[in-house]
Nanobody, 124 residues
């Protein structure tokens, strides 16, 4: 079992940056594909970015390509989401998730473990 705890959220002005971190418990972090999802107010949860077990492969949704970067440090059991050029429409609760599958899936139902979520608010 994996426990995930997000940090680094908060309030930022449009055009600013934030880096989210997700710390995982346990010694098997490198066995999991990791993903970041978000849920904007009044909307469904959506895929943001994913990273393979070794970090050699990544995927992201088109709306964040060129602005957000996902990375991981398996020695620290942590996955990151660097968010640049933030826009008000990036406002959401952000979740990290762990998946025992090898491939990176954009479907939230494929993920086995979830963090509690952290608020990111971008003001205009």
């Amino acid at each position: 079992q994996v426990q995930l705890v997000e940090s680094g959220g908060g309030l930022v002005q449009a055009g600013g940056s934030l880096r989210l971190s997700c710390a995982a418990s346990g010694r098997t972090f490198s066995s999991y594909t990791m993903g970041w999802f978000r849920q904007p107010p009044g909307k469904e949860r959506e895929f943001v970015a994913g990273i393979s077990r070794t970090g050699s492969s990544t995927d992201s949704t088109d709306t964040v390509k060129g602005r957000f970067t996902i990375s991981r440090d398996n020695a620290k059991n942590t996955v990151y989401l660097l968010m640049n050029s933030l826009k008000p429409e990036d406002t959401a609760v952000y979740y990290c998730a762990a998946d025992r599958e090898i491939l990176i899936f954009q479907d939230a139902s494929r993920y086995d473990y979830w963090g509690q979520g952290i608020q990111v608010t971008v003001s205009s």
